[in-house]
């Protein structure tokens, strides 16, 4: 594979010379991405844990236990000491995709390892180690510190990638991205049913770290780039920036009122991997005039982007979806910087169930007699849909409501996934008014998986 | 180490003022003494086992804290935290324990002799008597850095220091991830058990990683010496029995403490102590003896006194509610203990106790018979 050099941003925003060598959707014919990277000055060594020799200072009179030698040969004695094997995690009790991939084997060859942010293995597993899950739902277990991350610790990131996303395979397989909106057909629902529909993606900047590594200043580094970017943008996309650490009372509640507030994550997959360090520093919201395009900061992604109206036009939602990144994207490529994308895994996000597209399109849909059902969820499986409460992930239904989107992310391209959705729901919505007649109604046949 | 601001160096590309924490709505100790100065002369350093200034801070930045409660806010994270950052933990420690200087020396006496009384408190009042410390380890570091192969480590030696012991001693090890329910209802009926912190000023230390591998918890078959491993320190040592007898209690605590440590001096790991801050555990606010020394007392009457909180404060006591620090009062029964952790030793702490809660005890008496107690008031210890 072609060594080509990784450019980092540079922090003043300035665009650097070699801004092109790094694959995006609009530069697809660059080849593949390659994470070496060359000595730049924020590269670090890859060598190990504390490498940062150099820095150690210590105070008069510390002790002589063997802590006076230098830095890394303090590291290279911890690293005798506690083999692999004595810091391997305890993972019987755990159901998690981490789990079901790690070995000792895996475990010893990346130990030692870091990427050139000094992030490490153990840091991505903490939230997995931490939060065994659950015997029915099985959590990822992993996140990513960095886009380095990927590629460094990819023995065991594959594995779980293959896992979570239906055998797709990073090595072999290239990840589609197409965001033309106008490939969309029959994507206006009857608003009989339809109560409401919405996208959303996340986005993160390259060059900076991701919300479990990030530090302070980097954190406040993506909020600025994303706010420049976003008050570039015009008509019916124009809007403006609410700081959680800024906003006051009024504020707060209109955005509590219009559903659009997120609070500091208390969900443990989520604290455990340091997310929500610092809060509520460098974190906010965005919203055009007409509230129906929002840009959360610095939550569990870098950005996360959300399009959304009431009532069943699901191919305007997409359309203002689509203008709305390619807009922001180019705002940012004005200033000197992207998003972080590759031909494996496409868009690159904290956590290893978004990568692809990371992309979630759903609606909020009335199936009183479908729901009933006993096929429901046969019907669902079929169509590549998930159900979940009308309050999000891990809540329940209230009455005949369901959020019914898309399960999958990776493998398939955002234009496929949106008229997954909408041929799903519209066949949904067809069931529904067949029990509605009294009338009997099939399982579809299963879709495929992800073209190979 | 584990948590995502060790890139130290990484970070050193930015300046000072885009790294330094929004400190602007917090109320613990470590946002009163940290300055952009004192930030920008400790950010590029870091402990032998990379342990960086971020990494004491995290849990104050991430905790602003209580209007009315003076947190800490900061942690150590290996022995040489203490010097390394010295910058920033001196003026917190003297903020902390009573102006408290770094040239000061603190002195450890755990000759439990040196008590004078304690084994007559009266149990219509006294319910219960307690004393608790904490140790670390040297050679390893402290929990909100240490890697599971350290964890473990520690509890391995822990075991096998505690397993060693005989007479009123001998007892026997559970550790948390291995325990059957019967253990487990039991440990909680004795009100031994500890969970796993949910308090976010231990988790945002990173003090709950792994949980629970490498924690657990030893007792003695009389059930009056208790030892938990890896929770918020590496040993946190208590002895206690229902009753008034503080002097015997402080007796099992000396004795068996004694006993411990010279099994860990054998293998080469004795406790992280030094001359100027004594005893060195994970919290600033533990430094020193690391004791708490208390009672369950019932004090209804003298509770509701204009005066109780003076009559403390002039002790040198703390009050807390029945269930530990940040409980209520339940009936009128209140733990007492020691304020002072850092500048006065074991024996001074625990006369503290003995003497302010027998004097209490004395006035509550009054108070039941309708006399006034203004006389009693104690003068400022």
Redesign the interface.
């Known amino acids: 594979m072609a060594q080509l050099s990784f450019c980092r941003r540079s ?1 003043s925003g300035r665009s650097c010379k070699n801004f092109t060598c790094a694959p995006s959707p609009s530069h697809p014919q660059v080849q593949p991405y390659c994470i070496v990277t060359m000595a730049t ?2 590269t ?1 060594m890859l060598a190990g ?2 490498t ?1 020799a150099v ?9 002589a ?1 063997g ?1 006076l ?1 230098t ?1 890394s040969t ?2 290279a004695e ?1 690293r005798m ?3 692999p094997s ?5 993972l019987r009790k755990h159901n998690n995709c981490m789990a079901a991939s790690l070995t000792p084997a895996i475990y010893a060859h990346l130990r030692d390892k870091s990427t ?4 490490t293995l ?2 991505s597993i ?1 939230t997995g ?2 939060n065994p899950g659950h015997p029915f739902i099985k959590t990822v277990g992993m996140v990513a ?1 960095d886009e380095e991350t990927y590629e460094v610790f990819s023995e065991i990131f594959d594995p779980v990638i293959k896992d979570r996303h239906n055998g797709y395979d990073p090595r072999t397989m290239k990840h589609p991205t197409d965001l033309d909106s106008s490939k969309i057909t029959s994507g206006v629902f009857d608003e009989r049913y339809v109560l409401s529909s919405r996208v959303r993606t996340g986005r993160s900047i390259r060059g900076l ?1 991701l919300p ?7 954190r ?2 993506v909020e600025r780039v994303a706010v420049m970017a976003l008050s570039g943008l015009k008509g019916d996309l124009a809007g403006r920036y609410y700081s959680l ?1 800024d906003m006051n009372e009024r504020e707060q509640q209109q955005l509590i009122d219009e559903h659009f507030l997120f609070d500091k994550p208390v969900s443990p997959l989520l ?2 991997a ?1 997310m ?4 509520p ?1 460098a974190r906010g919201i965005w919203h055009n005039n007409q509230k129906n395009f929002l840009i959360w900061i610095n939550e569990e992604d870098h950005t996360r982007i959300i399009s959304m109206e009431k009532g069943g036009n699901m191919k305007r939602v997409f359309e203002r979806f689509c203008r709305g990144l390619k807009q922001v994207e180019q705002l940012i490529h004005e200033r000197g910087w992207e998003f972080m994308w590759n031909e494996r895994l496409g868009y690159i996000l904290t956590c290893p169930s978004n990568l692809g597209t990371g992309l979630r399109a759903g609606v909020h849909v009335r199936l009183p007699n479908l729901s009933k059902d006993p096929r429901f969820s046969k019907i669902l499986e079929n169509l590549r849909l998930q159900k979940r409460g009308t309050g999000g992930v891990d809540t329940a239904a209230t009455g005949d409501t369901f959020d019914i989107s898309n399960n999958d992310r990776l493998g398939k391209s955002e234009v496929e996934l949106v008229q997954l959705v909408v041929d799903g729901v519209n066949y949904l919505i067809d069931c529904e008014k067949r029990l509605e007649r009294g009338q009997d109604i099939k399982i579809p046949s299963p879709l495929a998986q992800f073209r190979r | ?11 050193l ?3 000072v003022e ?5 400190l602007s709505k917090h109320n613990n100790h470590m946002a009163k003494v940290l300055t952009k100065e004192i930030y920008g002369k400790l950010r ?7 342990y960086t200034l ?1 990494d004491v801070i ?1 849990t104050g ?2 905790n602003p804290g209580h209007p009315f409660i003076m947190t800490v806010g900061c942690v150590a994270g290996d ?2 935290s203490y ?2 950052f ?1 910058d920033l933990l001196d003026p917190i420690i003297s903020d902390r324990h009573g102006g408290y200087k770094p040239t000061d020396k603190h002195a450890t006496d755990l000759n439990f002799e040196n008590l004078k009384g304690g084994d007559d408190l009266d149990p219509n009042y006294v319910l219960s008597s307690r004393v608790r410390t904490g140790r670390s380890i ?2 390893y570091t402290l929990p909100p850095h240490n ?4 964890r ?2 520690i509890e391995k030696l822990s075991v096998e220091a505690l397993t060693s012991l005989d007479g009123e001693f001998k007892g026997r090890y559970y550790p948390l ?1 291995s325990m059957t329910d019967a253990e487990q209802d039991q440990l909680i009926n004795d009100h031994f058990l500890f969970d796993k912190p949910v308090s976010p000023l231990l ?2 230390a990173g003090m ?4 629970p ?1 490498g924690r657990g918890i030893w007792h003695n078959d009389a059930k009056s010496f208790l030892v938990w491993v890896n929770e918020e320190d590496h040993l946190r040592v208590i002895a206690m029995e229902q009753g008034g007898n503080m002097r015997e209690v402080f007796r099992r605590f000396c004795v068996g403490l004694k006993r411990i440590e010279e099994i860990f001096k054998k293998h080469n790991h004795g406790f992280m102590w030094n001359e100027h801050l004594g005893y060195v555990l994970t919290c600033p606010s533990n430094l020193g003896t690391g004791l708490r020394g208390g009672v369950h007392v019932k004090l209804p009457k003298l509770s509701t006194h204009a005066k109780f909180d003076e009559i403390l404060g002039r002790l040198r006591l703390q009050k807390r509610g029945t269930g530990g620090v940040d409980t209520a009062s339940v009936g009128g029964v209140f733990d007492i203990s020691n304020a002072d952790r850092l500048g006065s030793s074991e024996v001074a702490q625990v006369q503290l106790v003995v003497d302010g809660v027998k004097l209490m005890v004395e006035m509550e008496k009054k108070l039941e018979k309708g006399e006034a107690v203004d006389s009693m008031i104690p003068a400022q210890k």
């Open positions: 922090f000055q924020f670090r844990r504390n940062a820095l150690a200072s210590l105070g008069a009179g510390t002790l236990t802590y030698l830095d303090a590291a911890r000491l506690y083999p004595a810091d391997f995690p305890d050139p942010n000094n992030w153990n840091q903490q180690v931490d510190g770290s479990p590594a990030c530090s302070r200043a980097e406040r580094e650490g604290t455990s340091g929500a360090r610092d809060w520093d | 180490m584990p948590f995502g601001n060790t890139h130290n160096n990484f970070k590309n930015f300046k885009d790294e330094f924490p929004d590029d350093k870091q402990t032998p086992s990379g971020d995290q930045v991430d022995e040489e010097e390394v010295k040297k050679g890697s599971r192969g350290e473990r480590a991830k988790t945002c709950a990683r792994d949980w591998d």
